[in-house]
């Protein structure tokens, strides 16, 4: 069973999905084995659906599956204050709070230099446009608290400070339910550096 | 994106795999999103293949591309000794050994009264022919050592005792590499049951 060429092309698509081992790929193949049948060809379809159905918002760059995104064709969100994310699951992560009404804006990645992405592989431009368009007041920057992140989201309020928005950026300290004494020091500074009268 | 019904639909064929929770499915459905075209659309077609091209073989129960399996078409293996097992997996780990040189036959499952499976349900009646037909001289029952396991063993072991056939079962005792004071008492009973001469 080891040597079954179907067999085989199948572990292989199941170890390209992200934390997936040689193993873990095999008993997923296996199991797509022994499924029945039609679990199966709808699993098949569902990947193939998805690929042809989602596309990607031309305004925000969010995931859609028709036109533009749920968010964007909201009229009951609030359009003046947007979130800018690197890729669309980091939305996501802020629409699962249930707590956001704003919009959201994609762009792609983050200045990396060491992986040869510079400013212009991002989508600036349309952010600009945006924000002059959609009558934006308040842009949040989400990028990860990492190196990339931070000059990213800085690059960023530099170029956003003469556009009459306000620029903010996510707060740092401590997750919640952490412990002081597992806290790295840098994370430990940027709390003490951040902290709030009570 | 939560609500995209074509994502909704993958996410749910994702989590009908063992072990893949609501969050992992979600991980997995976005990393299908942000694949190479191709991938994507060569995951779906491998699921397809695998389903279209691959069967049971008739005669053992593993599964095969092409007529009979691997194993059953082997003519350089010996096929006068037969591992007994209750599922193709449970021959994939021994054809992963490298070491057995033997057939298979599946039994499809294990007699389990409380599921309703009874011995019936079992391909035994194929197993009975196949050791006349194929002059098996040797039966190792590998149902896994458990109560389900043990029963459909003992149960095989009658059946067998007028075939004239050597009939064994699988060795029990401590796995390699356990220490002592954390093995379970049934284990440590076994072990010292199964003792050898040294």
Chains 1, 2 share one sequence.
Do not use: W
């Not at 092309?9 to 084995?33: H, N, Q, W």
């Not at 964007?72 to 249930?98: G, Q, Y």
């Not at 928005?165 to 003490?192: E, F, N, W």
Request: proline content about 4%.
């Amino acid at each position: 069973m080891k040597e079954l060429p179907s067999y085989i092309a199948l572990v292989d698509s199941f170890s390209k999905l992200p934390g997936i081992g040689a193993k873990t790929a095999e008993r997923m193949a296996y199991a797509v084995l022994e499924m029945r049948e039609d679990d199966a060809l709808g699993f098949a379809d569902a990947i193939k659906d998805c690929r042809t159905n989602i596309h990607k918002c031309p305004k925000c760059g969010l995931y859609a599956e028709n036109g533009h995104c749920e968010v964007c064709d909201d009229s009951a969100r609030d359009h003046s204050t947007m979130i800018v994310v690197s890729f669309p699951k980091d939305a996501l992560a802020f629409e699962k709070l249930n707590d956001f009404h704003g919009i959201y804006h994609v762009l792609g990645g983050v200045i990396s230099p060491s992986k040869g992405f510079g400013a212009e592989s991002l989508s600036i431009d349309s952010l600009f446009r945006r924000i002059e368009e959609e009558g934006v007041k308040e842009v949040v920057i989400a990028t990860n608290p990492n190196l990339e992140g931070e000059t990213t989201a800085l690059y960023l309020a530099r170029l956003l400070s003469d556009k009459g928005v306000s620029v903010s950026r996510l707060a740092y300290g401590l997750p919640m339910g952490a412990s002081l004494d597992y806290a790295d020091s840098l994370t430990l500074s940027k709390a003490l550096e951040g902290r709030k009268k009570l």
